[in-house]
């Protein structure tokens, strides 16, 4: 059984946002032929933001260079709409500036449009399980972007707010290895669990904490401590 994609039954529903009409029909088309079930496409923001809520896909392949509205304002849109929904990014640009604003969009990963037609569809599998997914060299950019993130003031806490939520010592176990870095099948490995186990873990820690996304979880987990143990 795989990490990724064995414990679902369905076929992970994508949608590809491009404003290239030959490269999202065959970013469309590889994805087609390779399982996955292309439910919408769209060839700009709005047109994008539209359709994504009608056709809720699980994995939303968005380029950031659209007309009528930018990518990472789609990100934000649709993420807001729909939390479970993942996004991945493939762009022809590797800035630093714009990875990160992708990913503090709510962008789960990025990949960049020289991948490999095989390195897309591993990477759509495993944005759809909540792995972050980075072109290498990217994923370390990324991680110090969370610390950054972590250092700076959180808003003045409500007095009137209940305590945080205890959470169990395998929970901790695993936000601490999330906040090092490590990817969900690698945390896996790491204690001996399935990877579906970790994604459990995650999601129940999430709720627990009233988190929305990963950056805000490894941001909680930084600001105590938990990445230095």
Known sequence: MTESSADRRDPIKVMVVD?????????????????????ATASDGDQAVRRAKAAAPDVLVLDLNLPAKPGVQVCKEVVAADPALRVLVLSASGE???????????????LLKSASTGELQDAVRRTAVGDPV???GLAGLVLGEYRRLASEPAPAPDTDEPKAPRLTDRETEV???????LSYK??????????????NHVQNTLGKLQLHNRVELVRYAIERGLDDE
């Open 19 to 39: 404003d290239h009409p030959m490269w999202r029909d065959a970013v469309a088309r590889d994805l087609a032929e390779s399982g996955f079930e292309v439910v």
């Open 96 to 110: 630093h500036a714009d990875v990160l604003e992708a990913v503090k969009s709510g962008a789960t990963g990025y």
């Open 186 to 199: 690698q945390i896996a490995e790491r204690l001996v669990i399935s990877h579906r186990t970790v994604q």
């Open 134 to 136: 980075f072109t290498p």
């Open 175 to 181: 936000l601490r290895l999330v906040a090092k870095g």
